[in-house]
């Protein structure tokens, strides 16, 4: 007994001597660290008092205080900010789903705004504003040098007044400018519609709304269809989608998954990384589903896309999406105030982050471009004439009137499928790939 009593102080103080061995120079380090802080913080305060007493123009101390604040968070990466009580105010009303504004989600790249998407229905959606587009001068003034809340700033104003904007396009040679009239935005985050024998839910914004849409959209699309077996599919399409709330997302990716991880997050500190899971229930009752994406595609649509991917319950269909894979925590201050900071990575179920590299689709899809005007006109100059438009024809007598109906109901779906592939090739492509999941049979599914 005494033995293990004296093993056991003699190991203690081992520790103790080893520990004070080791932590001495840390502790020395540490506190070399804290005082160069210290003398950092000196420092700006230094600054702030003689820019307050000796700058040319009498200075709004607040304003100042503010813009310091903002440049420590800008220079953490484009998604971390601060957000006065004013932008705090008006980002919970976004998230909401109606707020002011042009209606384009945007990030900083080389100083200048690039758009990650405009957004459905909005009045940069209507000038034709496109993901990728580079914004530069925001009626004539430039936004080179500005913070991304600076340049958003410039374009906030009233509803109903005009905004002239300077787009760099890679494919155009020159910038050109585009008129846009500001507008109260209102997102429908989730519209439904039956293309054919295919639902299509088009999700493009997560916002609170956004699970509520999507499952009421479906559940009346299916009833107007006629039930669950009358579908063959459903097309999710994301396509110029720039995110929102991450529990919207997930809500998502879990109406259409029985089981397994939806998405980790992974912090600083890899202990308080989150996995969230799926709950059984599907919505589609395991019909086929194809993703659609696009470069405009970022954030939560990622995580989405990425979920469905990885489990093989969707084919991702289009081109690869934006690769936004880091998560903002959004943090009250004083004052009404708040902060956005960028808090952790998140990762697909296989473990991968999507971090600048995007959701890779399945089937790679490009949307050609339109055709000119002048090509629509010269195609539709000459109609196609068939022996049933001929004087005096035979009358085909072999057909029910039945059998006939149905030939015209075929005839005029494959007109439809047609006329989308012309205005939407990649929502057409993706229509495709269900008809066929269908012509396999149940074996498929």
């Known amino acids: ?106 990030t900083q790249e080389d100083g200048f705004v690039k758009v990650v998407s405009p957004i459905d229905g909005t009045p940069a959606d209507a000038a034709g504003i496109q993901a990728g587009d580079f914004i530069t001068h925001v009626d004539g003034d430039s936004v080179l040098g500005l913070t991304l809340d600076e340049a958003v700033d410039m374009m906030r104003g009233p509803v109903g007044s005009e905004i002239i904007v300077t787009v760099v396009r890679d494919g155009e040679p020159e910038p050109f400018d585009v008129s846009i009239i500001r507008d109260t935005i209102t997102l429908t985050a989730v519209r439904s519609r039956l293309e054919g024998d295919s639902v299509v839910l088009r999700v493009t914004t997560f916002n609170d709304q956004t699970y509520p849409n ?32 991450l529990n919207q997302a997930i809500k998502v990716s879990d109406a259409f998954l029985e089981q397994g991880e939806i998405v980790s ?45 990885d489990h093989r319950r969707a084919i991702v269909v289009g081109t690869k999406s934006f690769g936004k894979g880091s998560v903002q925590t959004v943090m009250p201050l004083r004052g009404d105030a708040a902060m956005r900071l960028t808090t952790s990575r998140y990762y697909t179920p296989s473990g991968r982050s999507i971090q600048a590299l995007g959701i890779s689709p399945d089937i790679l899809v490009e949307q050609p471009p339109r055709p ?14 068939s022996e049933a438009d001929l004087r005096g024809r035979l009358d085909n007598d072999s057909l029910s009137e039945d059998e006939i109906r149905q030939i015209e109901e075929d005839r005029a779906r494959a007109e439809a499928a047609a006329r989308l592939r012309e205005e939407d090739y990649q929502l057409a492509y993706a229509i495709d790939i269900l008809k066929g999941f269908t012509a396999l049979g149940p074996a498929a599914e």
């Open 1 to 106: 007994m005494k033995k293990t009593v004296m093993a056991i102080a003699a190991g203690t103080l081992a520790g103790i001597v080893a520990t004070t061995q080791i932590a001495g120079p840390l502790l020395a380090q540490e506190g070399e660290r804290s005082g160069n802080v210290y003398e950092q913080l000196d420092l700006f305060g230094d600054i702030f008092e003689r820019i307050r007493a000796q700058y040319v123009e009498e200075v709004d101390e607040a304003e100042l205080i503010e813009a310091a604040i903002n440049g420590m968070l800008t220079s953490l990466d484009p998604h971390s900010s601060y957000l006065s009580p004013e932008d705090a105010r008006a980002m919970r009303v976004q998230t909401r789903g109606e707020f002011g504004g042009l209606g384009i989600e945007v």
């Open 214 to 245: 999507l499952e009421e959209g479906l559940r009346e699309q299916v009833e107007a269809a006629g039930g669950i077996d009358e579908i063959n599919g459903i097309v999710l399409d994301m396509r110029n989608n720039p995110g929102g709330l």
């Open 265 to 309: 997050t992974r912090g600083r500190v890899v202990e308080e990384g989150d996995r969230f899971n799926a709950t059984p229930g599907d919505l589609a009752e395991g019909k086929p589903i194809v993703v659609l994406i696009n470069g405009g595609s970022a954030s939560a649509s990622e995580i989405v896309a990425g979920a469905l991917q």
């Open 372 to 385: 000119a005007p002048d090509a629509e006109d010269e195609g539709a100059a000459r109609p196609s004439r």
